[in-house]
Nanobody, 115 residues
Framework: QVQLVESGGGLVQPGGSLRLSCAASRSIFSINIMGWFRQGSGKQRDFVARATSGGSTYYADSVKGRFTISRDNAKNTVYLQMNSLKPEDTAVYYC?????????WGQGTQVTVSS
């Protein structure tokens, strides 16, 4: 398993940007899939984006063109750059990693988009 720690959340105005980070406890080079999910208050946890070890990326339709996921294997960190933020992006954002041992989750970081 791998431990994950998210950071970078906060309060931002509509149209603003934030970059979330997900630091892993070990090398992510061999981790096939790392991704981001989010959970709004009273809602289910939804897929946001994922990046494979091969360099492919996938996004939910709701964030396509606004969010960018990236992996920095040298820093064992995955990022989520969020631009043009909307109030409906408000949620707790979770990082996950899928390995042969199972799925690991971070503790989450709160993102609030409000004027």
């Amino acid at each position: 398993q791998v431990q994950l720690v998210e950071s970078g959340g906060g309060l931002v105005q509509p149209g603003g940007s934030l970059r979330l980070s997900c630091a892993a406890s070990r090398s992510i080079f061999s981790i096939n899939i790392m991704g981001w999910f989010r959970q709004g208050s009273g809602k289910q946890r939804d897929f946001v984006a994922r990046a494979t070890s091969g360099g492919s990326t996938y996004y939910a339709d709701s964030v396509k063109g606004r969010f960018t996921i990236s992996r920095d294997n040298a820093k064992n960190t995955v990022y989520l750059q969020m631009n043009s933020l909307k109030p409906e992006d408000t949620a707790v954002y979770y990082c996950n990693a899928i390995t042969s041992a199972g799925v690991s989750w971070g503790q989450g970081t709160q993102v609030t988009v409000s004027s």
